[in-house]
């Protein structure tokens, strides 16, 4: 076989092969939402539940797009990944922060109009944390997250339940902690809700 033939399918099994792991990820998390909920309470899986998981998955997808394009990095390739995604019950709005430990930070934001029962004029933007960023955004703190970034990356889930008793508001905004770690290969989850609080 000719070299030119044999780095042409090399290189098509190279990027079949990363998108196969793309795409393994959020099959993965997609599969341990779905048996977390029909674990803590079979009767509450149902169509509306799956099509939360799917659209829930989908914002996803399109937010590791996005940095994949607009930014060069690609999540999907890194060993350990944090996700904060925040949905406000009231609006339909959501938001959220994702990072890895190599320093790479963006936070999302998805908002739309209803009109007539209809989503119009959709957006979802995606912004790279860098210390600029995080002294001119309006509210560091209830948007960004920092104050919890570290106890995230430490799984220390007893600090931070605390910290949302201790500092609980009165709001639309509910939160879900994702933990992604990959080691041979294989993805492991660990994921756990959190209702929205004010640290001081």
Excluded: H
Excluded at 168 to 181: C, G, L, P, Q, R
């Amino acid at each position: 076989m000719k070299p030119k033939i044999l780095i042409i399918l090399a290189t098509i099994l190279t990027i079949g092969a990363q998108c196969a792991n793309g795409q393994e990820i959020f099959d993965t998390l997609r599969k341990y939402r779905v048996e977390r909920i029909k674990k803590e309470n079979p009767k509450s899986f149902d169509s509306e539940a799956k099509e939360t998981i799917n659209l829930g998955i989908s914002e996803l997808e399109k937010v590791f797009s996005i940095i994949k394009k607009k930014y060069k990095t690609d999540f999907t390739a890194t060993d350990s990944l944090f996700i904060i995604s925040g949905y406000d019950m009231e609006t339909g709005f959501s938001n959220g922060r994702i990072w890895d430990k190599k320093g790479n930070e963006f936070r999302f934001e998805r908002k739309f109009e209803l009109k007539n029962f209809k989503i119009e004029n959709e957006t979802l933007s995606v912004l790279k944390v860098t210390p600029k960023y995080l002294a001119t955004t309006e509210f560091p703190i209830l948007t960004d997250f920092d104050p919890l970034i570290e106890l995230i990356e430490k799984k220390d889930t007893s600090e931070i339940f605390s910290l949302q008793s201790e500092n609980a508001v009165d709001s639309a905004w509910s939160y879900n902690i994702s933990i992604i770690e990959r080691n041979d290969g294989k993805y492991k989850i660990f994921e756990f809700p959190l209702d929205d609080f004010w640290i001081k």
